[in-house]
């Protein structure tokens, strides 16, 4: 079985597992004069990634700089393993992400409290990063990739208050961990239709900012996007445009709807009914394995709208 594939400019797309589902994430190797990598997942997601290098004959020592978008666990949590792996890699991380990359006690505890038993499934090991193998990166930073070739580093926020996004010089796109929400691949194969809706999983999502970051990356005018979840859409502007006409269904109607019905069973299914809705409006349509993608991201959204609509009942 093949854990990867090339898209295009010597990137690579890597899969990573998060909770053992097919095709939900993707962490991104940049090959050339220097190897990056972007995003590495859970470390159960570990294996798959050593076994892409094995293939691709890249040695671990190739491996320069580690980028992590942002240090939720789905995408930094085996950060301190492949850091172990790869003895050259400097990890690259926004600056309120560094403390708990070299000390993720508190990572661990916050997410033995929510996934209980699932923990050492999903995540562990979570290993600490030396601080000295770990740079911050802030709006406006640049990596050179050799070769006339650099990624550009911006704050993004809205999703998470540690959250960068790259833009890569040669292939003019983004990689963009969560901030431009879930690519639906599946859909998108199929239909040829790039379907995205933003995500406000918890517990970070802020609107205002969220707008501002969707308006940063249609300023880039990026040619592709590389979500995290998940893969390459090229229709980039078009998408996110799409997508980010859905902000104040989130932080407005359904903020709403839960003060009516305060239930996160019942807004997941609002949620859910208003997406599919929309898609078979656009006449695109979606199988059972869609539907119950987009009830895991839904259900996640809607913890985000709980947690969102809590801080506002606080101010
Ligand atoms: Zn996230």
């Not at 990634?49 to 942002?70: C, F, G, N, Q």
């Not at 850091?83 to 992400?97: E, I, K, N, Y």
């Not at 979570?126 to 930073?141: A, N």
Request: proline share 6%; glycine share 6%.
């Amino acid at each position: 079985m093949s854990f990867y594939k090339l898209l295009r400019n010597n990137i690579f797309q890597l899969a990573l597992v998060p909770g053992n589902l097919q095709n939900r994430a993707a962490g991104y190797l940049i090959r050339g004069p220097k190897n990056i990598l972007i995003e590495t997942g859970a470390s159960p997601s570990n294996s798959t990634i050593l076994s892409t290098l094995k293939t691709l004959e890249i040695s671990p020592e190739a491996i320069d700089a580690i980028i992590v978008t942002h240090i939720h666990l789905d995408h930094a949590g085996g950060a301190g393993l492949l850091m172990q792996q790869c003895p050259r890699a400097t990890l690259l991380v926004h600056p309120r992400g560094r403390k708990h990359l070299s000390d993720p006690a508190k990572l661990i505890d916050g997410a033995k409290q929510v996934y209980q038993d699932d923990f050492d499934r999903l995540f562990d090991p979570i290993l600490p990063i030396p601080e000295e193998r770990i740079q911050t990166i802030s709006d406006g930073d640049t990596l050179d990739l050799g070769g006339g070739r650099q990624l550009q580093f911006y704050e993004a926020f809205g999703h998470a208050r540690h959250h960068i996004i790259a833009f890569d010089s040669e292939s003019r796109g983004i990689f963009s961990g969560d901030i431009a929400g879930v690519f639906h691949d599946r859909i998108h194969d199929r239909t040829g239709q790039p379907i995205s809706f933003p995500n406000t999983a918890p517990t970070q999502f802020d609107p205002e900012e969220m707008n501002a970051s969707y308006d940063l990356m249609m300023s880039l005018q990026p040619q592709c996007i590389f979500y995290t979840h998940f893969g390459m859409v090229n229709q980039a502007v078009d998408v996110l445009k799409a997508a980010k006409v859905w902000i104040p269904f989130f932080s407005e109607t359904c903020v709403a709807y839960y003060q009516k019905n305060p239930s996160l069973d019942k807004l997941t299914a609002f949620i859910q009914k208003k997406t599919v809705a929309y898609l078979e409006n656009e006449n695109i349509p979606v199988d059972a394995v869609d539907i119950k993608n987009l009830e895991f991201d839904n259900r996640l959204n809607a913890q985000g709208i709980i947690a969102y609509e809590q801080r506002l009942q606080k101010k």
